[in-house]
């Protein structure tokens, strides 16, 4: 849920026609390496159950300690890896194709179903290379399958997200292209498309599919879920919230809940997206919406310095998913604001030796520099230097990244580039991250007047954001407004007290400062 993210000029392929079905780039056999009060979604059925799901402890032990064996593999060879990494991101810009994982960002579409004889459970990340082989196999024999290349292009897009691969992005361009020009506006295809221009930050052309399909089938879920995050992360809030309104009253279910959640915190109403998560959780089956949701409720969590409930449903999501990214991210975080600093730089270093992706890698070099021993320094600019190769493969294969260089370069890089991203996102769309993001990219380059309207805006909404609110509070005192900076940074470290390694110990040296 950039919602948290995460939340990053969409470069497009070349536009050539689809690929025959023998084309080995088409069909690879391996993988890659103010608060408004609102009524409450379908999924409140049970009267005044507002308290939080108890994770099984038993499942919780066993499972987080399988996370932490394969975490001490990939550290053993972490070393090794970390000299590596920029060379094997360089090869990848070239040969398209590198094997590492992502993040699925928190409004990232699901992968839609498609008519096929593909099962759509396939399609939950841990079986998404057996789904693509399967659905090669199916391709094989059935060429003219216009759902299963509709799967497919779905597939490649969901590969891209779960395994940081942008590579598949023209992959799953071209098998939708394949399935349209079997059957020309087909449902499945469009759908696709939408989900295609949503991964790759080009939301404008997201909400364009997502209305196409909405027009034939009003009841497309997926439809309905890509056209909430397209208005989201356009900065059409009210219009979001509307959306998710009518798609709760046509497929309730857990993609629009979460999507439902994330618009309520956007507006500040952090009570009603808990009290919706929770729920959801507890209507999820599957070890993917189980780990997807309770991740999400850790997020919540954490953003409100909830620190030991972020921690049990991060535990919660791992139990379901013991890779699940988001929730080993989170857990590490969360780890670090507890004040165990030597198990979140563990858990960041196992995230980034398998997911070497601007956030993480962000994270892990300011934990670096935070812990300030031997070495860590020169670790840390590791971090930094891998950010630019994963940018360059990312806009290599048609994503906009201009948020993630923005974000990065502002503290850790070229303070100029940064601004021009910031500015180029921000002309794009204008939402609190992006209105975040330029302020701080102003601020960093001396352009605190510029910067100060910015960081009010991205704060207007009442989105309860620890770094938004700290940004915001070291303008004002670069602009004279001493008064409403000091109570901006006591507010960050109130809400979110270990919101950065380094950002809340400078905000705690600017309030020492200032007195």
């Known amino acids: 849920m950039a919602p948290r993210t995460n939340d990053t000029e969409p470069t497009r392929t070349d536009g050539s026609a689809p690929p025959a079905l023998s084309d080995p780039e088409a069909m690879p056999t391996e993988p890659a390496a ?57 090869i990848a810009l070239t040969a398209g194709s590198i094997a590492l994982g992502a993040m699925k960002d928190s409004g990232g579409t699901a992968v839609a179903a498609a008519p096929s004889a593909m099962s759509p459970a396939l399609l939950s990340s841990g079986d998404i290379d057996a789904t693509i082989t399967s659905l090669q196999a199916q391709l094989r024999s059935q060429p003219k399958d216009f759902g299963s290349w509709a799967t497919l292009g779905l597939a ?22 394949r399935s349209l020009q079997v059957k020309p506006g087909n449902e499945a295809a469009v759908t696709g498309q939408a989900a295609l221009a949503a991964a790759r930050h080009d939301f404008k052309d997201a909400l364009k599919y997502a209305d ?11 439809a309905l879920s890509s056209r909430i995050d397209a208005l989201v992360e356009l900065g059409r809030y009210a ?60 997020q919540l969590a954490w953003n409100q310095g909830d620190y030991k409930n972020a921690l049990t449903f991060y535990a919660r999501a791992l139990a379901a998913d013991e890779n699940y990214l988001p929730a080993l991210e989170g857990r590490a975080r969360a780890l670090y604001a507890t004040g165990d600093k030597a198990g979140a730089v563990k858990g960041m270093e196992q995230v980034v030796a398998r997911y070497p992706l ?23 600019a590791d971090q930094y230097a891998l950010v630019g190769a994963w940018v360059a493969l990312a806009r290599a294969n048609g994503v906009n990244a201009d948020l993630d260089t923005a974000l990065a370069a502002a503290d850790h890089g070229d303070k100029a580039a940064a601004l021009r991203a910031a500015r180029a996102e921000w002309a794009r769309r204008h939402t609190v991250h992006t209105a975040d ?35 915001r509070g070291m303008i004002e005192l670069a602009t004279g407004h001493a008064k409403d900076g000091r109570a901006h940074l006591k507010a960050a470290l109130k809400l979110n007290p270990g919101f950065s390694p380094l950002g809340a110990r400078t905000a705690r040296e600017a309030l020492e400062a200032a007195k």
């Open 239 to 298: 219009d979001a919230s509307k959306a998710a309104d009518i798609a709760d009253t046509r497929r309730p279910g857990v993609p629009v809940f979460t999507r439902y959640a994330y618009v309520h915190e956007l507006r500040g109403d952090v009570k009603t997206a808990r009290r919706v998560l929770e729920q959801a959780l507890t209507t999820a089956t599957s070890p993917g919406d189980i780990s997807y949701v309770a991740a999400q409720l850790g």
């Open 34 to 90: 103010g608060t408004e009060q609102r009524a409450v979604p379908k999924l409140h059925l049970v009267s005044g159950d507002t308290g939080r799901p108890e994770p099984s402890p038993a499942a919780e032990d066993e499972r987080v300690a399988a996370v932490r064996r394969v975490g001490a593999v990939g550290r053993r060879w972490r070393a090794a890896q970390l000299g590596g990494s920029v060379v094997l991101l360089a």
């Open 437 to 471: 993001a330029l302020a701080w990219a102003l601020h960093v380059n001396g352009h605190d007047e510029e910067a100060l309207p910015y960081a009010r805006q991205a704060t207007a909404t009442g989105y309860r954001n620890a770094s938004f609110i700290y940004h």
């Open 358 to 380: 601007p956030g993480p890698l962000v994270e892990l070099g300011e934990l670096y520099e935070d812990r300030g021993a031997e070495g860590d320094r020169m670790k840390a």
């Open 156 to 177: 490649y897009v969901e590969q891209a997200r779960t395994k940081g691969d942008p590579s598949r992005y023209p992959q799953a361009e071209k098998a939708l292209a």
């Open 212 to 222: 196409q399909v909405l027009k034939e089938n009003p009841y497309s879920a997926n």
